[in-house]
C-alpha cells in the first residue's frame, strides 16, 4: 500500500470523525467532569489589580452586586414604580460583568479560554480573534479569547437554522445576511455583537485528563464592551434554555464549591456529570421555564429565635422566592424583609457598638477590634421550603480593614427582587438537579473538595 493511500485513509478517517461528532450534542450523565473557577478578584485572574487595596476590592465587589441586581430585575420585566426611590437603576440587557471565571478548551487545535459562569443566562460566547479595536488584550500571558480562524473545526450558524431563531430577542439577521449575527446590549447603550457558531468543547476531568463534550453552539463576539475596571471576556450561560451548556449537552445534574472569599488564592470548582454533589437539604425549584432559578423563602432567622415571616420575598406580584445566582457576590433583600432583618439584629443582647458606615457600602455595621468579637454572634439561618442554609460569622460579616469596621453582608435590593448571592454559599456544595427539579445545600470545606 502506497504512502499516499494511507494519507488518503488517514484523511477520510479524521472527517468522517470530525463530521460524526459535529452531531453530537449529548454527554452520558455517567461521565463526570469538572470546570475550575476562578474569582474575578482572585490573583489568579486577569482582572487580578495588584495595586488595590482589599477595601478597595470590596467597594468594587459592591458595585458589581448591584450592578447585577439591576440586571435582573429588567430582565424579569419588573415594574420600575415598585423600585425605592433612592435607588438608581437603569436598563441593561447585559450586566457589566460576573464573579467567576470558568476555564474551558475550544477549537481543533484547542485552545483555554475563560467565560463568566452565569446561572441566569444560557448564550455561551466568548471574545474571537477577528475582534475589533475595542477588544481587552491579553493580561498577564492568560487566554481570553478564542483564535477562531486557527481552528480547523470552527463554523459559523447560518441565519433562520433551529438555533439561530432560539436566540429570541438577540438575534439580528436580516435578509441579506447568510450567518446568524446576534447582539447584546449592556448600560449607556454598549454593546457586544457576533456571529452564532460551532466547534468542539472539552473540559477537565476529576483526574486531570481532557474530555471532549462534542460540538457546541456558541457566540462568536467581535466586539466585547471594555468597561471602566474590567473587560466582559464572555460568558458561561449555564439556565435551563436551549443555547445554555447543560441544555446542549443534555445534562441533568451540576454543581459548584465556592472556596471561603479570604481564600480566593484557591480556585473553586464546577461538577457535571456523574460527579455532582446533590446531597443535603434539598428545596423545590420554582417556574422551571423562568431564565433564572428561583426557590422559595420561608423565614430567616438568628440564633434558636423562630423565622421571621416579615417582608415579602416576590420576584413578581404573584411569585415569591430568591434567585440564586452565580453572578452577584452580596445577597440582596427586598426591602420589607431587609428592614425585618435588621431590626431583629438590633434587638439581640451585647450586640457590638454599631457605626456607619462611612461609604456607605453596607447598612449595618460595628466596630471591634477583630474577628473574635463575633465568635459568640448566632448563626443566621435561611428557611427554604424543605431546606436550611445556615450562615456562619464568616458568611454573615465582611470586614473592611480599611475603616476598621466588620459588616453585615447583606444589601437592599431596592425591588421586589431577592438574590441570594456568593458570599452566603461559600463553602456548601450547591448542587442542581433539573431531573428532580430540586436545589440542594450541603456544607462542606470546598478548599478540600
Request: hydrophobic share 35%; net charge negative.
Amino acid at each position: 500500500m502506497s504512502p499516499n493511500h494511507c494519507l488518503g485513509n488517514t484523511i477520510l478517517f479524521l472527517l468522517f470523525t470530525i463530521f460524526e461528532s459535529k452531531g453530537m450534542h449529548m454527554v452520558s450523565n455517567e461521565v463526570g467532569f469538572t470546570a475550575r473557577l476562578i474569582h474575578h478578584d482572585s490573583p489568579l485572574s486577569p482582572f487580578y489589580n495588584h495595586t488595590m487595596t482589599d477595601t478597595a476590592r470590596i467597594e468594587a465587589t459592591v458595585h458589581r452586586s448591584r450592578s447585577r441586581l439591576n440586571y435582573l430585575y429588567y430582565i424579569n420585566k419588573l415594574s420600575e414604580n415598585a423600585l425605592d426611590n433612592d435607588v438608581s437603576l437603569s436598563p441593561t440587557l447585559v450586566n457589566e460583568g460576573g464573579e467567576y471565571l470558568m476555564s474551558f478548551n475550544i477549537g481543533n487545535p484547542s485552545s483555554q479560554v475563560m467565560g463568566f459562569l452565569d446561572t441566569s443566562n444560557g448564550l455561551i460566547w466568548v471574545q474571537c480573534s477577528n475582534c475589533n479595536s475595542q477588544c481587552e488584550p491579553e493580561k498577564r500571558g492568560l487566554t481570553t479569547k478564542f483564535l477562531s480562524s486557527k481552528s480547523f473545526t470552527y463554523e459559523m450558524e447560518p441565519c433562520g437554522s433551529n438555533f439561530c431563531n432560539s436566540l429570541t430577542g438577540f438575534q439580528t439577521c436580516n435578509s441579506s445576511d447568510k450567518w446568524c449575527k446576534y447582539r447584546l446590549v449592556y448600560g449607556d447603550n454598549k454593546a457586544t455583537s457576533g456571529i452564532l457558531s460551532s466547534d468542539s468543547f472539552g473540559f477537565d476531568t476529576s483526574d486531570g485528563m481532557l474530555v471532549d463534550v462534542g460540538f457546541l453552539n456558541f457566540g462568536c463576539s467581535e466586539a466585547p464592551l471594555t468597561g471602566d475596571e474590567q473587560s466582559y471576556t464572555g460568558n458561561v450561560g449555564l439556565n435551563q434554555t436551549p443555547l445554555s451548556l447543560i441544555s446542549q449537552l443534555g445534562i441533568k445534574k451540576f454543581s459548584y464549591c465556592l472556596v471561603p472569599f479570604n481564600n480566593l488564592g484557591s480556585t473553586s470548582k464546577m461538577y457535571f456529570g456523574s460527579l455532582p454533589v446533590t446531597s443535603g437539604g434539598q428545596t423545590p425549584l420554582l417556574y422551571p421555564n423562568s431564565d433564572a432559578y428561583y426557590v422559595k423563602v420561608l423565614g430567616i432567622s438568628i440564633g434558636n429565635d423562630e423565622p421571621h415571616f416579615d417582608g415579602v420575598f416576590d420576584v413578581y406580584e404573584v411569585r415569591d422566592g430568591w434567585i440564586i445566582d452565580t453572578g452577584i457576590t452580596y445577597s440582596s433583600l427586598e426591602t420589607d424583609a431587609f428592614d425585618s432583618l435588621l431590626a431583629k439584629f438590633l434587638t439581640l443582647k451585647d450586640f457590638p457598638q454599631r457605626k456607619d458606615d462611612p461609604k456607605e457600602r453596607f447598612e449595618l455595621c460595628f466596630e471591634l477590634q477583630n474577628a473574635n468579637d463575633l465568635e459568640s454572634f448566632p448563626d443566621v439561618t435561611v428557611h427554604f421550603d424543605g431546606a436550611d442554609l445556615i450562615l456562619n460569622v464568616e458568611s454573615t460579616f465582611v470586614k473592611i480593614e480599611d475603616d476598621g469596621i466588620f459588616c453585615l453582608a447583606l444589601l437592599r435590593s431596592g425591588s421586589p427582587v431577592s438574590i441570594l448571592g456568593n458570599f452566603q454559599l461559600q463553602n456548601y456544595h450547591v448542587g442542581y438537579d433539573l431531573e428532580a427539579q430540586v436545589i440542594s445545600f450541603a456544607p462542606v470545606d470546598c478548599a478540600d473538595s
